[in-house]
């Protein structure tokens, strides 16, 4: 959610759980289907490295435009969450390349943020090199666009990837760099 000074607002609508110091206690299965982490379809109980998974989810839709493992089938979408390849452009950064591969980790304890450091692990990763955050706590930081005084919605219902005809993941999408299962687990 945006404010209407342009500051970034998170919010969990009233589905967040007190009390969960590990990564294996939570067991609820709640949210939208595109934003749940592997563990928790895996339904092997989660904790708060979901949240950062979760991060990483949103920080990825904030810069493509979609969530990543999208499938408009939920069968394919669930599929690609545990199992499928994480699609990135090649233009990306490679500090916002290193900071989603690194959250969207599929292994919640290897997961950026997992350690007992938490969120100062996340706030230390290069993407956020020159970020205030005490100035961004308080509200400080000045924003170089104008606040939207009225927001229209978005419907991102056309895809930016293209939905594989045979459901093969070796589809090749120009302009983009396909990160395998395989090679997430490296990271």
Excluded at 61 to 81: C, R, V
């Amino acid at each position: 959610m945006i404010d209407e000074e342009g500051h970034a607002l998170l919010t969990d609508f009233g589905l967040s759980k007190e009390g969960i110091y590990d990564n294996i206690s939570a067991t609820s299965f709640c949210g939208s289907v595109a934003y749940l982490a592997p563990e928790m379809l895996k339904r092997s109980g989660h904790g708060k490295s979901v949240d950062w998974y979760l991060f990483g989810v949103l920080l990825y839709e904030m810069l493509f435009g979609t969530p990543p493992y999208y499938s408009k089938s939920k069968e394919q979408l669930f599929h690609n969450i545990k199992r499928g390849t994480l699609k990135i452009p090649r233009s990306v950064s490679k500090e916002a390349l290193d900071l989603l591969k690194r959250l969207l980790n599929r292994n919640p304890n290897k997961r950026l943020g997992a350690s007992f450091r938490d969120a100062d692990e996340i706030k230390e990763h290069p993407f956020f090199a020159g970020v205030n955050f005490e100035e961004v706590f308080q509200r400080k930081q000045k924003h170089s666009s104008p606040v939207l005084k009225e927001v229209k919605p978005t419907n991102f219902s056309d895809s930016i990837f293209m939905e594989p005809d045979s459901g093969a993941d070796d589809q090749v999408v120009e302009g983009w760099s396909f990160i395998t299962p395989d090679m997430m687990a490296k990271s």
